[in-house]
């Protein structure tokens, strides 16, 4: 099994990272190394991931002067020295045999570029539900126009170079642009497994409301192409409350 290059990328997590790091930690196959690229944090996020140094040996952090989701990653990805890559949004939480089920699924059907349903476990059945369907969307979708959770997409430095990584100039769904063009080339599949992550997103966008955000963005994409002028606003960030 080789070596794995996870890309986290932050902005004010300085109540998340920790969950994530620790969670890294622990994992059961342990040959990785993790880069954080903050993206001008205001609060202790790079505090709090530099104090993980010594439960993760190689750990970077490096810090941007701009922000952005998609410039996070592809600095992460320049700076990664294993050619298999894993992004991850900072507010993920991860199974200890996670990174080890997935590079093994991985291999064994020989993919480059692929993606993770959202699990719910421990959510309100109101979540429960909105996730289902979410992965139900993502489980059709990915055999002709593919889309993704950005928070966990698996990649390769190889598919990252020729895909001139992601599109910094998209506004919304660079995931999914980025799944897209990569199944052009590569076959592209969801992994069978799960990732959970802090709900906060649904709490404070309102389940309909981000499920119908998504909805009307993509199919905005499929019939008129990627968001590149701010089309539909949603910011980087912008969940401001720490639970």
Sequence with gaps: MKPLSIVVITLNEEKRIARLLEGLST????????????????????EVAQAYQASIPELTIHKMEKRGVSL????????????????????VCL????IFNALTQLDDKKLEVAGVY????????????????????LFLTQYTFPTAVGACIFSTKRAHKELQGFDEAITLCEDCDYVKRASQTWRF????MTFEFDPRRLDQDGLFKMGATYLKANVRRFFFGEMRSNEMEYKFGHYSEQK
């Design 189 to 192: 599949r969801f992994l069978p």
């Design 95 to 98: 199974k200890p045999d996670f």
């Design 72 to 91: 996070g990653r592809n600095i992460g990805a320049s700076l990664a020295k294993n050619e298999r890559l894993l992004f991850l949004d900072a507010d």
């Design 27 to 46: 994992q059961t196959y342990q040959n990785f190394e993790v880069i954080v690229v903050d993206s001008n944090s205001d609060d202790a996020t790079c």
């Design 118 to 137: 959202m699990g719910s476990k421990g959510l309100p059945m109101a979540h429960r539900v909105g996730y289902s369907l979410f992965n139900f969307g």
